[in-house]
């Protein structure tokens, strides 16, 4: 059974940081690795998509790693802002099936 | 553009009392699911319906039922509410989007069991 871990579960900045989330799981074959930002009491919006034939993706000031053999994935934001807080999670896919880590709180001090 | 509507946003039920939560889509996606959130888990799955006329159980389908009943809607009933289905509901739609199925979520229904 596929499992996904986040470590840390929370974690504090000063504002212009740059910063590390990781997403851990067990099993490597996944199709794609998808990364979401949840705002407090809101549903989960996309950020990022890496197929499982790509190593990165990058939108903006975020970067996102794979590395499937290794069953890692990390995602980079550069200069941190207030509005960074939320919480990320990183969800593993194969066709239909989802499976969500907990997700990495965020919190981004002006 | 409404994207994924889900009513109502919050609810307390008394064990064993039944409720059924809406979801309802503007985006023509062919899936839907149900997923339910609790503190340190993540989100686990309820059910889901790949298409119009099919659904399927998740990972946690036991003491819910849903119903496709068209393109747009897809609800999750609750026959006999239990304290342990205290959770955020949240409903997704997804479509193959670059080979990838790429999930669109609603704002969430809290739901307190008492």
């Known amino acids: 059974k596929q499992e996904v871990t986040q470590i840390p579960a929370a974690l504090s900045v000063p504002e212009g940081e740059n910063l590390v989330l990781n997403c851990s799981f067990t099993?490597?074959?996944?199709?794609?690795l998808q990364w979401f930002r949840q705002d407090p009491g809101k549903g989960l919006t996309s950020l990022l998509l890496?197929?499982?034939?790509?190593r990165e993706q990058t939108s903006g000031r975020l970067n996102a790693s794979l590395d499937k053999s290794s069953g890692r994935s990390t995602l980079y934001i550069a200069a941190s802002q207030p509005g960074d807080s939320a919480t990320y999670l990183c969800?593993?896919?194969?066709?239909?099936?989802?499976?969500f880590g907990p997700g990495t709180r965020l919190s981004v001090l002006p | 553009n409404a994207g994924v509507t889900q009513t109502p946003k919050f609810q307390v039920l008394k064990t064993g009392q039944s409720m059924t939560l809406q979801c309802a889509q503007d985006?023509?996606?062919?899936?839907m699911y149900w997923y339910r959130q609790d503190p340190g888990m993540g989100l686990r799955l309820i059910y889901y319906?790949?298409?119009?006329?099919?659904?399927d159980k998740g990972e946690v389908p036991n003491g819910y039922n849903v119903s496709r009943l068209n393109k747009r809607e897809f609800s999750l009933r609750l026959e006999s509410a239990a304290p342990s289905q205290t959770s955020v509901y949240f409903c997704?739609?997804?479509?193959?989007?670059?080979?990838?199925?790429?999930?669109?979520f609603g704002a969430g229904s809290r739901l307190t069991v008492l």
């Open positions: 969800a593993v896919t194969r066709g239909q099936n989802f499976v």
């Open positions: 099993d490597s074959a996944i199709y794609n």
């Open positions: 890496i197929q499982s034939s790509q």
């Open positions: 985006m023509n996606h062919n899936s």
């Open positions: 319906s790949a298409s119009e006329g099919t659904t």
């Open positions: 997704a739609t997804g479509t193959f989007r670059s080979g990838a199925n790429v999930l669109t």
